[in-house]
């Protein structure tokens, strides 16, 4: 089971010194892999605390370096209208504690998954959601894949960067006996490598903007902050749209898109663009390898995890069913 890492009091306040005298600390709820707090100085400013533990044998290698991207994130988002949290101080020194350590501004707002709305309201912050993809999207990155050097994948392309992906997920499903339909799944990837050449301009990319994640004014409804940018990548815009909806594979939101268009975004002309079918495919049978093995290499217990992985190997299946039917038959 993945276990996050503890700190003593003590250590706590030793780490985030360079930011102020630490008054009072609470721990945070969710999240699979780190620690966080939020912490209160002496002179009444808030932030959060967040801290990774050297251990990477429960990680993907997608995930390493998974600290040090969320930081590059948000100082790369700072002025480009989405609304992440400045960066008070990292410390990727381990030198005081086996681990990766950011404290951030702590945002305004409650999590969009702790509001009570309905279904009008719900559709507003799609809406809402749309257009901070809008943002997020005009923001350039200066090249494929992701940003960590420790995970070594990225590339000059976006096809070379998502094979390199796709691949590294298989091999770490295999290192930890999860079966999966590699060959099949390698071989839609060639097979549709022209589409993946549409994308000539790589963009920062969250990939994880569900509702835990975007933090909403209860009273206005407007989203107020973006946090866990720690998986960002830099691609295919449609790539955000597989990753907002991870277990989904049906037809894209609605409001969400009308949003992006209405800010200027370029979600729905990617979609009907001669490509943007099959890039969004292939984008959601990548996350689906993620989340079929997940249980796996993660040790997840509980009555939900038979259904989530159920879900995730039959959304393997629609997506590999759907870019295997659009080849031409010989």
Do not use: C
Request: net charge negative.
């Amino acid at each position: 089971m993945l276990t996050k890492f503890v700190l003593e009091d003590e250590q706590l306040a030793d780490l985030v010194a360079p930011v102020g005298r630490l008054a009072t600390a609470e721990p945070l709820s969710g999240g699979m892999f780190a620690t966080a707090y939020r912490v209160q100085f002496d002179d009444g400013r808030r932030a959060v605390a967040k801290i990774v533990g050297a251990d990477t044998s429960r990680l993907y290698r997608y995930e390493l370096g998974l600290l040090g991207t969320e930081a590059l994130t948000y100082r790369m988002l700072s002025g480009s209208g989405v609304p992440v949290p400045l960066v008070l101080h990292t410390d990727f020194s381990r030198s005081a504690v086996d681990a990766d350590v950011v404290v951030a501004e702590h945002l305004p707002g409650v999590p969009w998954l702790e509001l009570q709305l309905d279904d009008a309201q719900n559709a507003g912050v799609r809406r809402g959601l749309g257009a901070v993809m809008a943002d997020l999207h005009r923001v350039p990155a200066p090249t494929f894949g992701y940003p960590a050097p420790d995970a070594d994948l990225s590339g000059p392309t976006w096809r070379e960067a998502f094979g390199a992906m796709i691949d590294a997920v298989l091999v770490d499903a295999e290192r930890w006996d999860v079966e999966l339909p590699a060959a099949r799944v390698r071989a839609a990837v060639a097979a549709h490598g022209r589409t993946l050449d549409a994308v000539i301009r790589p963009v920062v990319v969250h990939t994880d903007l569900w509702a835990g994640n975007i933090f909403v004014d209860p009273e206005t409804l407007d989203i107020v902050g973006i946090i866990d940018t720690e998986r960002t990548l830099w691609g295919d815009p449609l790539h955000e749209l597989a990753g907002a909806d991870q277990l989904g594979h049906g037809d894209p939101d609605t409001d969400l898109l009308a949003g992006n268009t209405a800010a200027g975004g370029i979600l729905a002309d990617q979609l009907a663009s001669p490509s943007g079918w099959a890039r969004l495919q292939l984008s959601r049978l990548y996350f689906s390898l993620i989340l079929s093995s997940e249980p796996v290499i993660r040790g997840y217990e509980g009555d939900w995890v038979a259904g989530y992985e159920q879900t995730a190997r039959d959304n393997i299946e629609r997506a590999l069913a759907a870019l295997e039917d659009a080849l031409p038959r010989r």
